[in-house]
């Protein structure tokens, strides 16, 4: 028996290997951090017993063994013997508002500091397990090459490495919203979410970046305050470099927690130790506009309208290639959306087009004033081209430019409506301020009075030149008579150009005490309205004749109504069916017969015949088309003719007709044995079918309007209905026709009607009074 091939061993254990090298690699990085410390203890003793670093090492090991303490934290009691454990002096809080210029250095940032204060009692001292740690973490915080491991470090060793506690650092944008650059302590997630936070939020971030003072939370005691990620206990420190606050630190704790003086003591010598690291990584981060000072950005806010706040970005040579919108107006951002970060001919490429890039550009470069006033430019509002006529500012603030600008073409459009409905008008208005001796008339003035306007307005005084000799006493009086406080009115005639001109002068004043300051007159020229009344007058003649002829004219309509409709209501039954139908005539006065019928009749053969019309006119010509229509109708489709074809007969029959009327029409005939309507239209309105109680328009094509087109076929069409449907024709008077859609609106109140009430409710849609004739008429399928 052959032997197995005993199995190769394993290499290495992949696992288990990354494991320990990464264990390892956290060893260096924790040994690292103390390195510092440790070479600055060996320092000290080789300054003091005068021997090599390697000598004070061992006898730093030494001493550390007849201590038994750590090399580390006997490292830092002897550092902490030659360096007081107190912060760095600190000036007063700044304020975020308080800065002058913007002129900070773009690479560099030399003078950033941490504004602490949480303690009153900066001299106070730490206990030494705390000063030990406090230094400990500061000499880990100095070795830190990056935010990351900075955040680290003040988690792990500031903060003892708590459970759940973090720490994060923030820079703050020129618009008020603060960006996070690292954070450690934090889910992935939340840093990802909280990346940037607007202004519009109330952070505790961006209270210390408003305010330039540190804040403390101990998640005991209720506040307004929104919380950037998990914890809610908390130390902000504002970090600013000169008075102009650039960013933010925040400590975090997963639990509530009571701070004792020595906790804030050791929290603000921590903080000012973080800013001592932060003030050498703040050069080589991306810490985004923070050279431009919170207040540039809030003025836009207060100064209200369009602006941005505008950075270059050069090219290698130097030359400005575009600009960063790094803040926006309050009406920018309701209109373009957030644009704040973006480049601005990315988001307004016509810029480069109607030279106003090129303008900012030089405006930055060579400081060459940059305003327009005026200026017709294409822009797109609301997505659509549209050409708009703006005003245009721009100054340059250091190494950056506030824009501004002014939407005027409304203004224009007003005033040349205004000039417009003047002219058509033919009217005017005048001001005469008594005390300033100055005067302004609009310009249908001048041209109702003849005056060039280059002139100018005259004074009131010779305005009176302007009116006929006779009529000149009463302005005057009218003048005179505005001392009372009163509004006057009166009728006076124009001398002009084209003649004496009747104009209706309305005047009123101004009072200072008992005197007049300013009097205002408005003219409207007459002519035309007496023109129009001598019209009227002569035309009553005739329209008194034309009311006689009216009367009798209703007095035959209203007989022809009562011969037409003898009876406003239908109703006929058929095996498993029934046909409903009224006639609403208008009950508003004087309301001529528009001829709107329905009809129904029961055939031999148990089936069912019904028509549904509206002809075109009005009264006599009305009455006339509803005998032409209803009554041939009825006798072909009791004779067997199918819908369709009594549509074409009919057709034919008013095409041949000298003045044969428009109407449309709809025929319908229902067979009990199966339940089957065969139903056709000429341009009626299209029927509803009411199902299950849901009514919906029965969209079958109609065909063109009877007495359109000669030689025209229309249409039969099949519905097969079941036992509780409903088929409803009508005509438009039915229609609520100020609705958006009017017979979608008819079918919703059909069908409420139907599930209120059945076929009787239908009766209740039409209101009792009403300005149009109407039909209504329903065929309803019963159970029987």
Known sequence: MARQAEPRPAEADWVTRVQRLEAELAGLRKAMRTRGLIEQAKGLLAERYGCDPET???????????????????????????VP????????????????????????????????????????TLPQARARLLRKTLAALDAAPDFPTLTDVLVTLGLGDAPGAAAAVFTAETDGAVRLLASHGWPAQVASEWQRSPSSLNTTIGAVVRTGRPLLLDGLRPHDFVLIGPGPARAVFPLSVDDQVVGALSLVWAQPREFTGPDLAFLDRLAAGAGRALRRLWSAADTGPANLPVWLATALDVLGGRGHLLTPVRADDGTVEDFVIAAAGPAVRASDGDTVGRLLLDVYPRLRVNGVFDAYVDLLTDDVPFARDAVVEDAVVNGRPRRVILNRRAARVGDALLAAWERIDATVSNDARMARLETLSRSGWAEWDLQAGDAVWSPGLHGLVGREEAHGPTTLDKFA??????????????????AQGRPDLALLRLNTARGVVPVRVFAEADLAGDDIRLIRLVLHDVSEQHAAEDRWTRSETVAAARQIQLAAEQSLVSNLSRLLYPSRELVLHAPGAEVTGRHYAATAPRTQLRGDFCDAERLDDGSLLFVIGDAFGTG??????VVRLRFPVMTLGSAGTAPAEILRIVNGMLMGAPDGPLASLLIGHYRPEDRTLHWASAGHLQPLLVRDGVAGVVDDPAGPLLGLLDGQRFDTHTLRLEPGDSFVSFTDGVLHKRKRD??????????????????AGLWELTPPERDDEACLLALEITAG
């Open 56 to 82: 004070a090492f061992g006898r730093l090991s030494a001493m550390s063994q007849q201590k038994n303490v750590s090399v580390v934290d006997l490292a830092a009691d002897l550092v902490g013997a030659t």
């Open 85 to 124: 454990d107190t912060p760095e002096a600190q000036d007063p809080p700044v304020a975020a508002a308080a800065a002058t210029s913007i002129d900070l250095p773009g690479q560099d940032a030399p003078g950033l500091r941490t504004v602490v204060g949480l303690d009153d009692d900066p001299a106070r």
């Open 465 to 482: 030149s302007f009116f006929a000799p006779a009529d000149r006493g009463l302005l005057r009086e009218l003048l005179a008579g505005l």
């Open 620 to 625: 006599l010509v009305a009455a006339a088309a």
């Open 742 to 759: 009017p017979l979608a609106e008819f079918a919703t109140r059909v069908a409420g009607a139907y599930r209120k009430s059945g076929t």
